[in-house]
């Protein structure tokens, strides 16, 4: 099972509502969060070399979310799941969903993107690791499984360099940007996605609550950076570095 | 195939101008990154002592040998002048410095080079005026120059041209956020304009791979076409006005910003195009279209060129109003890219196809151009046109697809010498000349094809380790005559400038080029603007 986020494309200019609650979202490109294709990436990989049985994509949201789950199913998932919810979710939330789904789908292996660009927050994979008490194998770089002893070998991407970790099964991945390159939606792969199921859940069937316990105060943009000034002889500089910066 | 001997009067050793010209390395802005050139001037010298002129025998590798005589009637420069154009300028904006000179001596493509010895850049109008006021009393040839990345040698000078460089004027003066009618001066780069329409919600009507560096004055005054002409028009519709500075100092106020103005005869038009030589742009008024929200991109692959051509006629009709951009490249040039340029990745790796098409469609609504677009590839991919293909998904995978069209001319440079040709053809025949050209140059060089198919226009580049005559003369004037044959153009978006200034009449009357000379007579008698290009030698007295 891939979890799978929509969020403001990567490549888009950010621009802060005027009212500071947050961003511009609205006539803005929308795509599917960069290490969530890495994610789908990896799980159509491990379907292809005949280790798993399908590849179900999940996303949660409002009704958009179903264009990111038919991009999905262009890249090769075999079927979708649509968590209505119209609120903007925090990772706790999400990961309690996740649980819910996760015991109805009995899936082998949880695969999501490390964080997600828009919050950067990197906690889904972790909350829903802790509250199905699965083994978890963050940041990875390389996943390499073994069907017969039911355990992932996974690189980890760490700051001190790489670690190694061997997970038993069912566990959580989250992926990070040197595992793979996603492959792009073909024709052939975008025609049959329009006949794959996109199955619907909501909030009440699920029995999760979306009470948050966080509160977006404000949004503003870094400060802008102050354009410099050209000097023209070392004696100005001298003086500036004396006057003015006071670093002499 | 002509033969003419070059003379210039040097006064630097004819040494160290070829140990500088073999060991220079320059660096130029091009797409969206640096890149480093090198050198590919193969100059052969023919030391003849004529008492004091030297002759040089250029080799172009455009045209076979052609080598143009300086014209005696144009003055040299003399301290009197360089102390005029100081107090006029100021010391700042009058260069002699030999490093800078060498730069704005050569063309991008490294394959003319000047000798000017003097480099000017006004500020305004007026300075341009009494640039030019001064250079026509004392007949100093000169030559406009902007981006310098013109790819026909028409933006350095040929011999000891004064060279007047506008890159100083780059002064957004308004833009009216209602219209989209956008007010700047020559010498603002074009993709400068692009980043500060972007903010106000609008786009330049054109986009070309030289946009890091080429300027708006230059465009206009090639009639710069690019990748959105099949969208948005050539620049005859889409510039309002424009302000220009006649050979004599005189000063043409067009800078009209009505969309419609029936007063007159619209002499604009006449500077759009010209390459510089009727008079030198100062200003332009363009009209730009606002920014729409949905961009998709599509790379597919057809089996053959019927394929290509059905696809463009079905795109056209079935994609109509949100079509913006139709390329192809063949296998030759894919297989280029993907071998020479970092960081590109074949879309369609399973096998390699014969052509690749590129559409983009630019629509107000993301989902309904979505769907229109898959409904369209789908419906052609069931009728056979296309062999496979992908959509982009976001922003990044659409940037890639783009980066290998326009990457095309940078993985030529990389890949040895490269004959340039750009052809103007009816669609049904644009492939022919390249199965031609392949079948006359067997196993000699490579021949590539890509191009604008949206507007007929090919890209035909022949690509060989070394330049080499015995490859020129199996392409020219083959190409120019069989263009010519088709009723085609041998120029359709670059220009004419030096390399093809005498093969104007494979697509040109006599009767139409006997009146371009005229007014290029009546607006310019002494001949000082970018002389020896544009209009054939034969034409000047």
New interface residues.
């Given amino acids: 099972m891939v979890a799978v986020k929509r969020v403001v494309d990567y490549a888009v200019k950010i621009r802060v509502k005027p009212d500071k609650s947050g961003v511009e979202t609205q006539n803005v490109k929308m795509s599917m969060n960069p290490f969530c294709e890495i994610a789908l990436e990896e799980a159509l990989k491990i379907k292809e070399s005949g280790l798993a049985k399908e590849v179900v994509a999940v996303s949660m949201g409002p009704s958009n979310c179903v264009d990111t789950l038919r991009t999905g199913l262009a890249m090769g998932a075999d079927r979708a799941i649509h968590v209505e919810a119209s609120r903007d979710l925090v990772p706790l939330t999400v990961a309690k969903l996740l649980k819910k789904l996760v015991e109805i789908e009995n899936p082998g292996l949880l695969i999501l993107g490390k964080q997600a660009i828009d919050d950067d927050c990197n906690q889904t994979g972790q909350m829903i690791a802790g509250l199905l008490g699965w083994p978890q194998g963050t940041f990875a770089s390389k996943v390499v499984l073994d069907k017969e002893k039911q355990v992932a070998t996974v690189d980890r991407e760490v700051d001190g360099g790489l670690e190694t970790l061997c997970l038993d099964l069912p566990a959580v991945i989250t992926t990070d940007l040197r595992l793979n390159q996603p492959r792009y939606a073909t024709l052939p792969n975008i025609m049959k996605a329009k006949s794959k199921p996109i199955k619907k859940f909501t909030l009440e069937e699920l029995n999760v609550e979306i009470k948050s316990d966080l509160e977006v105060v404000q949004v503003t943009e870094p400060p802008k950076r102050k354009a410099g000034v050209i000097l023209s002889s070392v004696d100005e500089l001298i003086d500036k570095l004396k006057n003015e910066a006071h670093v002499i | 195939m002509e033969k003419l001997r070059a003379t210039s009067s040097l006064r630097r050793s004819l040494k160290s101008i070829l140990n500088r010209q073999l060991s220079s390395v320059s660096e130029i802005r091009y797409l969206n990154g640096k890149r480093s050139c090198q050198p590919t001037f193969n100059l052969i010298r023919d030391h003849k002592n004529l008492g004091e002129a030297n002759s040089i025998r250029y080799r172009c590798f455009s045209s076979v040998s052609t080598v143009v005589q300086r014209n005696p009637s144009f003055s040299t420069l003399n301290p009197d002048d360089i102390s005029y154009f100081k107090q006029l300028l100021g010391e700042k904006s009058v260069i002699q410095d030999e490093d800078r000179l060498e730069t704005v001596n050569t063309d991008w493509m490294h394959k003319y080079k000047g000798s000017s010895k003097l480099l000017l850049q006004p500020r305004t109008t007026e300075e341009v005026a009494q640039i030019l006021k001064y250079c026509n009393s004392r007949r100093l040839a000169v030559v406009p120059q902007g981006g310098n990345t013109g790819l026909v040698g028409g933006s350095v000078p040929v011999f000891d041209e004064v060279i007047v460089n506008l890159g100083s004027m780059n002064n957004i003066i308004s833009f009216d956020k209602v219209s989209g009618i956008l007010v700047c001066e020559a010498g603002c780069i074009l993709e400068n304009l692009i980043s500060f329409l972007d903010n106000q919600g609008f786009i330049m009507p054109l986009d070309l791979g030289a946009k890091g560096s080429c300027q708006i004055g230059g465009n206009v005054s090639t009639n710069a076409g690019g990748l959105r002409l099949v969208r948005y028009g050539s620049l005859h519709g889409n510039v309002l006005g424009l302000e220009a500075v006649l050979a004599n100092g005189d000063v043409l106020d067009m800078l009209g910003t009505l969309r419609k103005d029936n007063t007159g005869y619209d002499l604009k038009h006449l500077f759009i195009g010209s390459e510089g030589s009727l008079g030198i742009v100062t200003k332009v008024s363009i009209l730009t279209p606002p920014k729409l929200?949905?961009?998709n991109i599509a790379?597919?692959a057809c089996r053959d060129y019927s394929s290509c051509q059905k696809l463009l006629m079905e795109a056209k009709r079935k994609l109509g109003e949100v079509l913006s951009a139709f390329e192809f490249l063949d296998i030759q040039a894919m297989d280029l890219v993907l071998n020479h340029l970092d960081g590109v990745?074949n879309?369609?790796p399973a096998t390699m196809h014969n052509f690749y098409v590129l559409i983009e469609t630019t629509g107000s609504d993301?989902?309904y151009d979505r769907e229109k677009l898959?409904a369209f590839?789908?419906s052609s991919?069931e009728g056979g046109l296309?062999s496979?293909?992908?959509?982009?998904?976001?922003?990044?995978?659409a940037?890639s697809f783009w980066r290998i069209r326009e990457g095309v001319p940078e993985a030529l440079m990389k890949a040895g010498a490269v004959y340039k040709y750009d052809l103007s053809l009816p669609v049904e025949k644009l492939y022919d000349l390249v199965n031609d050209m392949r079948t006359r140059l067997g196993d000699l060089a490579r021949v590539i094809g890509y191009g604008h198919l949206g507007d007929g226009n090919l890209h035909l580049n022949v690509s060989a380790a070394q330049y080499d005559d015995k490859i020129l003369e199996q392409i020219e004037p083959y190409v120019y005559e069989w263009t010519s044959k088709h009723r085609g153009s041998i120029s359709a978006e670059h220009g004419l400038g030096l390399m093809k200034a005498n093969k104007i009449y494979y697509s040109k009357s006599p009767e139409t080029v006997k009146t371009m000379g005229s007014i290029k007579k009546l607006l310019d008698p002494n001949g000082i603007l970018n002389p020896y290009k544009v209009l054939p030698h034969s034409l000047n007295s």
């Fill in positions: 929200s949905s961009e790379f597919l990745r879309p369609l993301e989902s898959e590839l789908l991919m296309i496979d293909g992908v959509i982009a998904q976001d922003i990044n995978q940037s």
